[in-house]
Antibody
Framework: EVQLVQSGAEVKKPGESLKISCKGS????????IGWVRQMPGKGLEWMGI????????RYSPSFQGQVTISADKSISTAYLQWSSLKASDTAMYYC????????????WGQGTMVTVSS | DIQMTQSPSSLSASVGDRVTITCQAS??????LNWYQQKPGKAPKLLIY???NLETGVPSRFSGSGSGTDFTFTISSLQPEDIATYYC??????????FGQGTKLEIK
C-alpha cells in the first residue's frame, strides 16, 4: 500500500525551531515529487513547496520562499519541513502530499501534522 | 502567479439535489485542473483530475468539466456523506500549484 506517514503533533514557543517529517512507503520514493500543504485553523489549503528526492530539486511557493526549508533523505524515504524561528502565525495543520507520476494531482496525502505555536 | 476564484464559498442543498461549484482561473490553464474533497478532521481526497477524469473508486455522481479559464464541479444527486469542503487546484506550470479558496457544502 502506498502511504505517507507524518510525525506527531508539536507544541512550540515563538522563536523555536522545528522539523517535521513525512515517510513514504509502498512506492519508489526517489521517482516522485513530494510536497507540503498548509491549512491554518478554519481556512483553506495552501501549497507551500515541493522536492524531488531523486536529485533534491526543490521549488517553493512565492508565499513561503525563505520562510521554510524543504528537504529529503532518500536513504530513509523521508521528507522534511523545517522552520528556523517559529511564529504564532505558523500554527496550522501541515500535510505532505505525493503527486501522481505525471506530477499533476495529489493522489496520496499524509495524515497531517498539527503544529501549535504559542507562548 | 495564477489565481483561482472558486464560488460559492458556501452552499446549502437538500439530499438528492444537483450541486454545482465553479472555479475560474486568472489565465488559460487548458485542462490542468483538479478537484478535492475534504471532510471535517480528515486529509483532502482527490476526486477529479485533468478537469474531467474521475479518480479510481470515486462515485459516478461526481463529475467535472471545463477548459481554459472556466471549470465546473457537479454532484448529480447530493448524498449525506458528501458533506465536505471542496477545493479546485490548478497545475499549469509544474511543479507549481494553486488551490481555490474552497466551497463548504452543507445539507439543508
Amino acid at each position: 500500500e502506498v502511504q505517507l506517514v507524518q510525525s506527531g503533533a508539536e507544541v512550540k514557543k515563538p522563536g523555536e525551531s522545528l522539523k517535521i517529517s513525512c515517510k513514504g512507503s509502498g512506492y519508489s520514493f526517489t521517482s516522485y515529487w513530494i510536497g507540503w500543504v498548509r491549512q491554518m485553523p478554519g481556512k483553506g489549503l495552501e501549497w507551500m513547496g515541493i522536492i524531488y528526492p531523486g536529485d533534491s530539486d526543490t521549488r517553493y511557493s512565492p508565499s513561503f520562499q525563505g520562510q521554510v526549508t524543504i528537504s529529503a533523505d532518500k536513504s530513509i524515504s523521508t521528507a522534511y519541513l523545517q522552520w528556523s524561528s517559529l511564529k504564532a502565525s505558523d500554527t496550522a495543520m501541515y500535510y505532505c502530499v505525493r503527486p501522481s507520476i505525471r506530477g499533476d494531482a495529489f493522489d496520496i496525502w499524509g495524515q497531517g501534522t498539527m503544529v501549535t505555536v504559542s507562548s | 502567479d495564477i489565481q483561482m476564484t472558486q464560488s460559492p464559498s458556501s452552499l446549502s442543498a437538500s439530499v438528492g439535489d444537483r450541486v454545482t461549484i465553479t472555479c475560474q482561473a486568472s489565465q488559460d490553464i487548458s485542462n490542468y485542473l483538479n478537484w478535492y474533497q475534504q471532510k471535517p478532521g480528515k486529509a483532502p481526497k482527490l476526486l477529479i483530475y485533468d478537469a474531467s477524469n474521475l479518480e479510481t473508486g470515486v462515485p459516478s455522481r461526481f463529475s467535472g468539466s471545463g477548459s481554459g479559464t472556466d471549470f465546473t464541479f457537479t454532484i448529480s444527486s447530493l448524498q449525506p456523506e458528501d458533506i465536505a469542503t471542496y477545493y479546485c487546484q490548478q497545475y499549469d506550470n509544474l511543479p507549481q500549484y494553486t488551490f481555490g479558496q474552497g466551497t463548504k457544502l452543507e445539507i439543508k
